[in-house]
């Protein structure tokens, strides 16, 4: 089967790429169909030169054609032999072929497309193209489901011409109207050009290829680093914040023990002078009780005999109470209260908070470690936030002014109303249905398509926004920069974003210069803090706008003098 293939492709002509019909063979040895080399020529009847489509030899005169006996006799053959196959032998049209326009029934795939018929034929259809002398003369083509494609929809006429001038198929009526004087040719001597610039096209495609997949490979080894690089990273930051955490708690473990054992100490020494007073109470009662009874009675040797009215026995007693208030004045629980007070300034007697100076400390300590965590996630985040050059920002840089016709009246203009400053007394601006009523708003007067970047300086509370011009002016919660569906706002002294009403936190510090980046078709906004010759990135924004949008900027009030500027930029 492939060698018939390859005999029967011996016998196409160059031209229609279809079995030799009438062969003709011209000077320089190529056969053609007689048809399709007299339509070839006839498009260089002004030049009086005739060229071969595939040598590109030159005839002058017009050679005579004549035909070639032996190799019709050949086609003829080849002809009977494809009619001579079984049927079985012949496909019937899938769904993805394009099916024969004459078969009843179930349809056999065509074969061939008539260009003058606007129809597809199967094997035995197309005989007919093959012997009447008049369908001789149609143009076939491959099957093709857009047999339109090939009909000029102004003279509906078979494209059988190209226009290299205006690079576009027509017919030959086109050729002598609107595309007089252009350089045409036919579409065979066209496509035979296109096909010899093939190879040409196809190792610069390739090479293009390789230098792709090449970049392909270094990125996706680039992505294979950076996520490595991230897991390391993020493994390690687990691990330090895990050790962080058992260095805090094993120093809460070290200072609860403290606690614990100045606890019991001090308790040992209460419980010591506790016992012994409980003693001393219990030997008082007693003495009273048999005082109480000495009292009532009317014996005289039972009130002589009692030693606790003896003279000796109370001198001693007395010597001995002096004795033990003097230590306990030493010792008691009162004494060592009034001295732990004195100590850490707390004046609230015994009965006040006995470790107040472990959580004053304790609190400091705490203070300082969030200072510290704060400054050094700052640290972090900045170090996480990409970076880029404020040079290649700048090259987008485009003139911002405020429009004082938006300006609320607790704003001032100045410094050609680039400079907005919050007043504690109202301006008198006249009424203005753009102004901003409920909120200390102001928007710039041009609007920013394409492309654009500028810069704000700023102090005290100021937030940074873009916006639609048809913002609502007059309601307060509807108004306010980032809180509804037409503005976008970064908040710069809560280091928040607000977008749609949604909010987000902004890590890392963000200086009193902070740039704005916004590339309008393809819906990106970005916020950057600008340090020198650095532009860090505080927050990317991708979504779609609608509108054109201008800059807005707005100011607090709980913040008189607050101010921002747009400066111009070089």
């Known amino acids: 089967m492939a060698q018939k293939a390859l005999d029967e492709e011996d016998f196409f002509c160059p031209i229609c790429l279809d079995l030799l019909k009438d062969p003709v063979t011209i000077p320089c040895g190529h056969s053609y169909c007689r048809n399709c080399i007299q339509q070839h020529w006839a498009q260089e009847d002004e030049k009086q030169v005739y060229s071969c489509p ?19 006799g050949l086609v003829e053959q080849l002809k009977k032999t494809r009619l001579s196959e079984a049927p079985a032998a012949r496909s019937y049209a899938r769904p993805q072929d394009v099916s024969c326009d004459v078969c009843t029934g179930r349809k056999l795939r065509a074969v061939q497309s008539c260009l003058q018929c606007v129809a597809s034929y199967c094997e035995s259809h197309l005989q007919p193209h093959y012997e009447a002398a008049a369908l001789q003369k149609h143009q076939l083509v491959a099957p093709s489901h857009g047999l339109q494609e090939y009909i000029c929809s102004h003279h509906h006429k078979v494209m059988d011409l190209f226009c290299r001038t205006d690079q576009q198929s027509i ?29 040409a096209k196809k190792a610069l495609l390739l090479q293009s290829l390789q230098h792709k997949e090449t970049d392909l490979k270094k990125l996706q080894q680039e992505a294979k680093d950076i996520s490595s690089s991230a897991q390391r990273a993020v493994q390690y930051n687990r ?24 606890e019991q ?10 016992h012994q007073l409980q003693r001393d109470v ?19 040797n039972q009130i002589l005999q009692c030693t606790s009215l003896s003279t000796d026995s109370q001198s001693r007693g ?55 965590l704060t400054k050094g996630l700052d640290r972090v985040h900045c170090s996480l936030s990409p970076k880029v050059s404020r040079k290649d920002l700048l090259q987008y840089a485009t003139i911002i002014t ?28 006249p009424k203005h249905q753009e102004r901003f009523i409920d909120r200390p708003q102001v928007l710039s007067r041009e609007s920013l398509r394409g492309r654009c970047y500028w810069e704000v300086e700023w102090n005290e509370f100021v937030g940074i926004a873009v916006s639609y011009r048809d913002i609502r002016r007059k309601v307060y919660s509807e108004s306010g920069f980032g809180f509804n569906d037409k503005s976008w706002g970064l908040d710069c002294w809560m280091k928040m974003t607000h977008f749609n009403s949604k909010e987000s936190k902004v890590f890392g510090t963000i200086e009193s210069r902070v740039g704005v980046y916004l ?52």
């Open 265 to 274: 100490t001090q308790l040992s020494r209460v419980q010591i002078l506790q």
């Open 282 to 300: 219990r030997k008082l009662k007693k003495s009273l009780s048999e005082l109480d009874t000495l009292a009532l009675t009317q014996d005289h």
């Open 402 to 429: 405020l429009d004082p016709n938006t300006a609320n009246n607790s704003l001032s203009l100045s410094d050609g109303n680039r400079r907005v400053t919050y007043m504690e007394i109202e301006q008198t601006y």
């Open 318 to 372: 007395s010597v001995r109470a002096h004795t033990e208030r003097k230590k306990m004045k030493g010792n008691s629980y009162t004494h060592i209260i009034s001295e732990q007070n004195s100590q850490t300034g707390n004046v609230t007697g015994a009965q006040g908070p006995f470790w107040a100076h472990v959580t004053r400390a304790v609190s400091e300590l705490t203070d300082q470690l969030e200072v510290t």
């Open 54 to 72: 595939e040598c590109r030899h030159s005839f002058s005169p017009r050679p005579i054609l004549v035909k070639h006996i032996m190799l019709a």
């Open 239 to 262: 691990n330090s914040f895990k050790d962080m955490a058992f260095l805090l708690e094993m120093k809460r473990s070290e200072v609860e023990e403290q606690i614990r054992s100045q």
């Open 519 to 570: 590339d309008h078709s393809a819906g990106v906004l970005e916020f950057y803090s600008i340090s020198g010759s650095t532009a860090r990135l505080l927050h990317r924004e991708q979504t779609t706008f609608t509108q054109p949008l201008y800059a807005g900027l707005w100011l607090c009030a709980c913040f008189p003098g607050s101010t921002a500027l747009v400066p111009k930029l070089k």
């Open 171 to 199: 017919c030959y009526l086109c050729s002598v109207d609107q595309h007089k004087g252009h350089d045409t040719v036919t579409a065979a001597v066209e496509r035979a050009h296109r096909q010899a610039q093939l190879p």
